[in-house]
């Protein structure tokens, strides 16, 4: 992503979010700026609020306080209707959450079909086309605890790009694959990037995010501690928090 | 052959010879011991009289037909009931409190009350209030208190069955833009229907066994009619013919549960 006019249009604005699970305090004032056709990854310890700064975007968690801006629409204020904001935010969990009862065709279409009102015919083919290009158009009858985990996760990417949304958030999503399924999943992430879909990954996976990321923001303790190019940020950290934990990372043998 | 009957060195056919020789054996102890009973020539007599059976069982049965409509009406009723009011209690949001408080009330008051009391307070009270027919029927009254009391179990029975859904599937289906009344109608509640297929043929069973207690109302359904018989020609084989209508019904329900539960296993495996 290159591109001379990408930096106009803020598609996610975080200003200042505080998000509390009882005593324990998630996000302690985070500002984050998502631009149309970029792709931004999270980084950070586990439990420094990666996932639940994303679960705050598509307002699966009400944020306690600052505001979330979507396209230019406050999400946070008043009167705003959360499904609506739904539908134009895609989000992949970690443990793929397919539904079970569902066959992969039914699990791709029930959105699109029941929220916005595709009929099925339409919806079906739209799914074909969407496995097809992913290669999974013969998985489509069968049902999610018949597949990998790898093909559970790309269809769960398919469910999620059916509902054709402004913006994909990617929560940490080859954390439960077996290590030799994380590519095919990755792959898809990459093509994705690469087509100008606007991301925001949180992962563990350094190499992938310094590979597909145009900004990659460092969390610890509900804090963006630091934020910038993966060149940059990878490369020569400036936050001693930075520094230590790519150290960790390197140690562990991650980057 | 297995490879361990090769290893021990006995036929396959050894086990089910001595299981068939053992059954054999049990039963003809327990026959023999509740034969050689005093008064087992009496009770053969009043209890299994063959000719008292085939008198009896055409009139008990004609008296079944009417647990069958009831049954099969309290089936329906307290599977939309039991739903209604277990999705009730599922409902977040202090506006809905009022409906979550008469949702746990009708649970409590409605499973904790002997259901022969309620057919009572129903089948005699509602018709005591002179209603035009067939609102006086207590038939209908009866119906609507052993709906009453099994939808209140139904609704326990569902929303455990509901609660057991992982809060991912929720998220998920919201994040697609579902609300949280389509979320429950096509991700969660129809994952709970498969969890509590077993539990609800319980309540089921229960259903049909309490139609029996309609006829402390008065209605000529299959035990009234028994009584009736025994009454008349001092004779109780009346009862083995319900006993064997009620069978007829609640064994193949419970094969039925079987059934349904290896097909959903079937299907999402």
């Not at chain 2, 498969?194 to 000529?220: C, Y």
Request: proline share 5%; aromatic share 8%; net charge positive.
């Amino acid at each position: 992503m290159s591109s001379a006019e990408q930096g106009d249009l803020q598609l996610i604005e975080l200003r200042d979010v505080f998000k509390s699970f009882g005593k324990n305090q998630v996000l302690k004032g985070v500002d984050l700026t998502v631009r149309a056709h970029t792709v931004v990854g999270l980084i950070g310890p586990s439990g420094s609020g990666k996932s639940t700064l994303l679960r705050c975007i598509n307002l699966l968690e009400p944020v306690d306080s600052g505001s979330v801006f979507v396209g230019g629409v406050e999400l946070t204020a008043g009167g705003v209707d959360a499904d609506d904001v739904r539908k134009r935010i895609g989000i992949v969990f970690q443990s793929f959450n397919l539904f079970p009862h569902l066959s992969i065709l039914d699990n791709i279409t029930l959105a699109p079909r029941r929220v916005r009102g595709v009929a099925r015919g339409a919806a079906e083919e739209a799914a074909n086309v969407l496995l097809e290009r992913f290669g999974l158009l013969d998985k489509a009858s069968s049902f999610p605890d018949r597949l990998s985990g790898g093909q559970q996760q790309r269809v769960a990417i398919i469910r999620a790009l059916a509902m054709e949304p402004e913006v994909m958030l990617f929560d940490e999503v080859t954390s439960a694959l077996d290590p030799e399924l994380v590519g095919e999943v990755l792959a898809v992430v990459r093509e994705l990037a690469a087509l100008g879909m606007t991301l925001v990954l949180a992962t563990h996976e350094m190499g992938f995010c310094r590979d597909v990321a145009d900004q990659v923001a460092f969390l610890k303790d509900g804090r963006i501690v630091e934020q910038g190019t993966p060149a940059k940020l990878f490369t020569d950290p400036q936050h001693p928090e930075t520094q230590h934990f790519l150290r960790r990372v390197i140690e562990a043998g991650r980057l | 052959m297995t490879g361990r009957s090769n290893r021990r060195d006995v036929p396959a056919w050894r086990g089910g010879v001595i299981a068939a020789t053992s059954t054999v054996a049990v039963f003809a102890v327990i026959i023999f011991g509740i034969t050689s009973t005093p008064g087992w020539s009496k009770f053969h007599e009043s209890f299994l009289s063959g000719f008292h059976f085939r008198k009896s069982f055409p009139l008990v049965l004609k008296g079944f037909a009417l647990n069958v409509r009831v049954f099969v009406v309290a089936f329906v009723l307290c599977l939309i009931l039991g739903m209604i009011v277990a999705v009730i209690r599922m409902i977040p949001g202090p506006a809905f409190f009022p409906f979550r408080l008469i949702a746990v009330i009708y649970t409590d008051v409605f499973r904790a009350v002997p259901s022969i009391v309620l057919i009572y307070l129903f089948g005699f009270g509602v018709p005591g209030l002179g209603l035009d027919r067939p609102w006086n029927n207590p038939v209908i009254w009866g119906t609507v208190a052993i709906v009453l009391n099994s939808a209140a179990y139904v609704a326990e029975v569902f929303r455990s069955g509901i609660r057991s859904i992982h809060p991912s599937q929720m998220s998920a289906a919201r994040s697609l833009g579902l609300t949280r009344v389509q979320a429950l109608r096509f991700v969660i509640v129809p994952q709970a229907i498969r969890r509590v297929i077993p539990p609800l043929i319980n309540d089921f069973i229960a259903v049909v066994q309490s139609t029996a207690l309609l006829s402390t109302l008065g209605p000529l359904e299959a035990l009234r009619r028994a009584q009736n018989y025994a009454s008349f020609r001092f004779n109780f084989t009346a009862y083995l013919a319900a006993t064997l209508l009620f069978l007829a019904v609640t064994i193949p329900l419970a094969r039925l549960g079987d059934t349904l539960v290896a097909r959903q296993e079937r299907k999402s495996r």
